[in-house]
C-alpha cells in the first residue's frame, strides 16, 4: 500500500510502514507540514496514498468534496505514541486493505474501528 503520513504522526511511522514493505512519505519529507489539509487531499489522490492522520478535518473534507479517493485513516485513541500506532496498525491494516482499496474513511478509536466506505453522503 502507499500512504502519506500527515502530521503530528512520527516519522517513525513511516520507517515502520516501509519495513513492512510499504510505500510511505512524511508530510516533512515533502515539507508539508503546515499543508493546508485540502492540499493534502489531492496529493494523496494524485498518487494514489492513503492519508494516515490525527486530523478530524479530514473527515468533513472527505464527505463535502463527494469523492471515492484517497482513503483516510484517522487515529482517535488516547494513547499516541508511535508504538501504539504500529500496533494498531498491525492488527487492522490486513482486514482493512479491500476497504481501503476501494476508498474508505476508516477510524481507529481505542475500542474500536469504523469504516465509512467513500463517498460519504452529506
Known sequence: MRFFIDMPLSTETTAFLRQLGHDAI???????????DEKIVE??????????TMDLGFGALLAHAGTQFPSVIL????????????????????????DLQAGA???????????????IDG
Open 26 to 36: 512524511h508530510a516533512r519529507e515533502l515539507r508539508m507540514q503546515k499543508a493546508p
Open 43 to 52: 496529493k494523496a489522490r494524485l498518487e494514489k496514498r492513503i492519508i494516515l
Open 75 to 98: 487515529f482517535r485513541q488516547e494513547d499516541e505514541r508511535p508504538e501504539t500506532i504500529h500496533r494498531l496498525l498491525s492488527l487492522n491494516l490486513p482486514r482493512l486493505d479491500q
Open 105 to 119: 474513511l476508516v477510524t481507529i478509536a481505542d475500542k474500536k474501528v469504523r469504516v465509512h466506505r467513500l463517498p
